[in-house]
């Protein structure tokens, strides 16, 4: 026979800040490809020398007058036409790296689009130092992200149990499993800290502070590719995250991040043995 029972799973600080960070990149994200698509390319070095670029997203025509789009990665390039390159904005065809649908705050609005990444950048920053100051003052960094001895000696169970998409039940449940520790603290620490210096290390106004880390990375241009990168990490880390809400009951993930009360349900040994 089966029960449930509510276990307070994440302390309001927890939720606030979570939450905080759900709106910051979403239009960090936004607005940061608007940035991007004043010049739709990527470099690595110092310098951003045409038809050098590591990746470029390029809109034309071709021999019958039609627009098109494409990606180019290296020397590999991909029809992309209508997403990527060259889509439509108001029912025209234009040359535009991302849609305007994908673009914060407007098709064409760069000015607004780096307020608004800039100020939303700050916001993240001064949320994450919040978050570590806080996870180190509660212990909830010690106690809830850093795997223990026994989440190591478990991790090769919870990686085959992630493949064929089992997940904990009971009261483990109500913990993060190893994976999930590993995850968070990679994209805290790893994604939030390297996003946040490349960030900074293309301002020219850094120099005299960041110097040695832009020549570490290779150049200005370097840190911008970098900084797109783990963008785009994050966005993949955003999405699995999404996933696994999703395949592990969104109604209760969302109580518990809202409310801060997860639901855990409890099998007795007879009926987990007939499973």
Not at 76 to 98: I, P, Y
Not at 103 to 120: E, K
Not at 152 to 169: E, K, M, N, T, Y
Request: hydrophobic share 45%; with cysteine.
């Amino acid at each position: 026979m089966a029960t449930t029972r509510l276990v307070y799973r994440h302390r309001w600080p927890v939720r606030l800040m979570h939450w905080i960070n759900v709106v910051c990149l979403f239009v960090l994200l936004g607005s940061g490809l608007q940035i991007f698509n004043a010049h739709p390319a990527l470099y690595w070095g110092n310098r951003s020398d045409p038809g050098k670029a590591v990746l470029a997203l390029q809109g034309g025509v071709d021999a019958k007058g039609n627009p098109r789009g494409s990606t180019r990665i290296g020397k590999h390039v991909f029809d992309t036409t209508g997403v990527l390159g060259a889509s439509k904005v108001n029912g025209e065809w234009r040359n535009r790296g991302f849609p305007s649908w994908a673009t914060i705050p407007g098709p064409g609005w760069l000015a607004m689009g780096r307020r608004w990444h800039f100020f939303f950048a700050w916001l993240f920053v001064a949320n994450g130092l919040a978050y570590v100051g806080w996870s180190l003052f509660s212990r909830h960094l010690a106690r809830d992200l850093v795997p223990t001895r026994r989440d190591w000696r478990g991790i090769g169970r919870s990686i085959v149990d992630h493949l064929r998409f089992r997940h904990p039940r009971g009261a483990e449940a109500a913990r993060y499993n190893v994976l999930q520790r590993l995850a968070y603290l990679v994209a805290i620490f790893v994604f939030g800290g390297g996003i946040v210096l490349m960030g900074i290390a293309m301002s020219p106004r850094m120099d005299a502070v960041l110097h040695g880390l832009v020549d570490v990375v290779g150049g200005r241009q370097s840190a911008r590719t970098i900084h797109f990168i783990i963008a785009t990490a994050f966005v993949a880390f955003v999405l699995v995250h999404v996933f696994e809400v999703l395949v592990t009951g969104p109604l209760n993930q969302l109580r518990g991040m809202v409310t801060g009360w997860y639901r855990i349900r409890h099998e007795d040994k007879e009926t987990a043995s007939h499973e």
